[in-house]
């Protein structure tokens, strides 16, 4: 049974709806290719990340919202660098100052893998917001306009307890559970170090509505538990995602209405494949050239794969071609897989003549990143210079 299925009498204005934004997945710090953002000198990747949780904090203030709940994955490591974290605490002391309460959890990406490491989530409570990132469940429950809406928070690193039971406090008029993982019978492509599939009776505790992070797409699991969706594009294998966040709105008997509020971001385009077949280099540079003067490329993240390429094509593609689509693009990836090559399942790497190798080389930097082998600007430096003499590299090597 639910408790309280309705407002107590004078609640919430006479009836008055609750409007709760629930945003998730920000992975704030997240680096990706060689490019400086030139007002910066920071990678541009993780300013483009930046600006999105920037323009997702405007439109939360632009809809008059009562509470703002982060389901994890607020930063893209453990250790964020101080501007980073300096950035996340400006923008959600707005939400603060508007006399909004924030709460959240941490997810697989900023959780310490030592119970002993400060979580760098706990700078929130210098700007007021509360975020749990420990090992155990909590709970709190805020008054909004009237209403006593209670919070079950269950950060990453209580959810692989698999015994952990939580349940609606009775006095709460709106009751929310708040986790990170993977719901049973989604399918999410490729895999994180530190994720997890959430219990099955973790979420069966008839709460009113349950907050979901993890999964990059805005996705209902059940009529009261979704997904918020991440508020940018983090992979290929996130092409057809829709950035933004999620209002939910309730009235005295739960969930009124679930919105979706899209917020712009980097256009990231995967572009119709080639299909080489006895082609020459010629050819395939033209067809090459097609591809990318069908879509505005400019400032764009790219990818395009050609396959059943015969032997040897692949090294008299156009250089100078490959090098105006490089500095058209923020990252233009070209991935050509010769003649009787299988191809590699969705998000992993394939055997390409461009692109792949540049793609191994970023994972690896990344992964060490993550791990706290490499420092940022060290990975950051490391990465660029890497890339580029791969990139001058191939430019002076042809197949003959």
Same mark, same amino acid.
């Given at each position: 049974?639910? &408790? +309280?299925?309705? &407002?107590? @009498?004078?609640?919430?204005?006479?009836?008055?709806?609750?409007?709760?934004?629930?945003?998730?997945?920000?992975?704030?710090?997240?680096?990706?290719?060689?490019?400086?953002?030139?007002?910066?000198?920071? +990678?541009?990747?993780?300013?483009?990340?930046?600006? @999105?949780?920037?323009?997702?904090?405007?439109?939360?203030? !632009? $809809?008059?919202?009562?509470?703002?709940?982060?389901?994890?994955?607020?930063?893209?490591?453990?250790?964020?660098?101080?501007?980073?974290?300096?950035?996340?605490?400006?923008?959600?002391?707005?939400?603060?100052?508007?006399?909004?309460?924030?709460?959240?959890?941490?997810?697989?990406?900023?959780?310490? $893998?030592?119970?002993?490491?400060?979580?760098?989530?706990?700078?929130?409570?210098?700007?007021?917001?509360? /975020?749990?990132?420990? &090992?155990?469940?909590?709970?709190?429950?805020?008054?909004?306009?009237?209403?006593?809406?209670?919070?079950?928070?269950?950060?990453?690193?209580?959810?692989?307890?698999? !015994?952990?039971?939580?349940?609606?406090?009775?006095?709460?008029?709106?009751?929310?559970?708040?986790?990170?993982?993977?719901?049973?019978?989604?399918?999410?492509?490729?895999?994180?170090?530190?994720?997890?599939?959430?219990?099955?009776?973790?979420?069966?505790? +008839? /709460?009113?509505?349950?907050?979901?992070?993890?999964?990059?797409?805005?996705?209902?699991?059940?009529? +009261?538990?979704?997904?918020?969706?991440?508020?940018?594009?983090? =992979?290929?294998?996130?092409?057809?995602?829709?950035?933004?966040?999620?209002?939910?709105?309730?009235?005295?008997?739960?969930?009124?209405?679930?919105?979706?509020?899209?917020?712009?971001?980097?256009?990231?385009?995967?572009?119709?494949?080639?299909?080489?077949? =006895?082609?020459?280099?010629?050819?395939?540079?033209?067809?090459?050239?097609?591809?990318?003067?069908?879509?505005?490329?400019?400032?764009?993240?790219?990818?395009?794969?050609?396959?059943?390429?015969?032997?040897?094509?692949?090294?008299?593609?156009?250089?100078?071609?490959?090098? !105006?689509?490089?500095?058209?693009?923020?990252?233009?990836?070209?991935?050509?897989?010769?003649?009787?090559?299988?191809?590699?399942?969705?998000?992993?790497?394939?055997?390409?003549?461009?692109?792949?190798? !540049?793609?191994? /080389?970023?994972?690896?930097?990344?992964?060490?990143?993550?791990?706290?082998?490499?420092?940022?600007?060290?990975?950051?430096?490391?990465?660029?210079?890497?890339?580029?003499?791969?990139?001058?590299?191939?430019?002076?090597?042809?197949?003959?």
């Amino acid at each position: 049974m639910r &408790y +309280n299925s309705r &407002y107590p @009498a004078g609640r919430a204005g006479g009836g008055q709806a609750v409007r709760i934004a629930h945003i998730s997945d920000t992975h704030l710090g997240y680096t990706r290719y060689a490019r400086l953002c030139p007002k910066t000198g920071r +990678n541009q990747r993780e300013v483009d990340v930046s600006e @999105a949780y920037t323009r997702a904090v405007d439109a939360i203030l !632009e $809809r008059d919202v009562d509470l703002v709940i982060h389901s994890g994955d607020v930063f893209d490591s453990i250790r964020p660098a101080t501007h980073v974290v300096v950035h996340f605490l400006k923008q959600t002391a707005r939400i603060i100052g508007r006399d909004i309460p924030y709460y959240g959890i941490a997810g697989n990406h900023e959780t310490p $893998r030592l119970r002993a490491t400060t979580a760098a989530l706990e700078y929130a409570t210098i700007v007021g917001a509360r /975020f749990v990132h420990g &090992y155990e469940p909590d709970y709190d429950a805020v008054d909004v306009s009237g209403v006593r809406v209670g919070l079950s928070l269950i950060p990453h690193g209580a959810v692989a307890d698999r !015994e952990v039971v939580v349940t609606p406090n009775r006095d709460d008029d709106i009751s929310i559970l708040v986790t990170h993982g993977t719901v049973p019978g989604l399918r999410i492509r490729g895999h994180e170090l530190g994720e997890v599939d959430l219990p099955g009776h973790v979420l069966d505790g +008839n /709460f009113d509505y349950v907050a979901l992070g993890h999964y990059h797409y805005f996705h209902p699991h059940r009529r +009261n538990a979704y997904y918020a969706g991440a508020t940018e594009r983090f =992979g290929f294998g996130e092409v057809d995602a829709r950035p933004g966040f999620a209002v939910v709105e309730f009235d005295g008997n739960g969930v009124k209405k679930i919105e979706h509020v899209p917020i712009p971001c980097r256009p990231m385009l995967d572009l119709p494949r080639i299909d080489a077949t =006895g082609m020459d280099a010629a050819e395939l540079t033209e067809a090459i050239r097609e591809r990318t003067d069908r879509e505005e490329i400019d400032g764009a993240v790219v990818r395009l794969k050609v396959v059943e390429a015969p032997r040897g094509v692949a090294g008299g593609v156009d250089r100078g071609l490959l090098r !105006e689509l490089r500095r058209r693009c923020l990252d233009f990836s070209l991935e050509i897989s010769e003649a009787g090559a299988e191809e590699a399942p969705p998000g992993e790497a394939v055997v390409a003549a461009f692109g792949p190798l !540049e793609e191994e /080389f970023r994972a690896f930097v990344e992964d060490r990143r993550r791990s706290g082998k490499i420092g940022q600007r060290f990975a950051e430096s490391f990465l660029a210079a890497g890339l580029d003499y791969l990139r001058r590299a191939g430019e002076g090597t042809r197949e003959t």
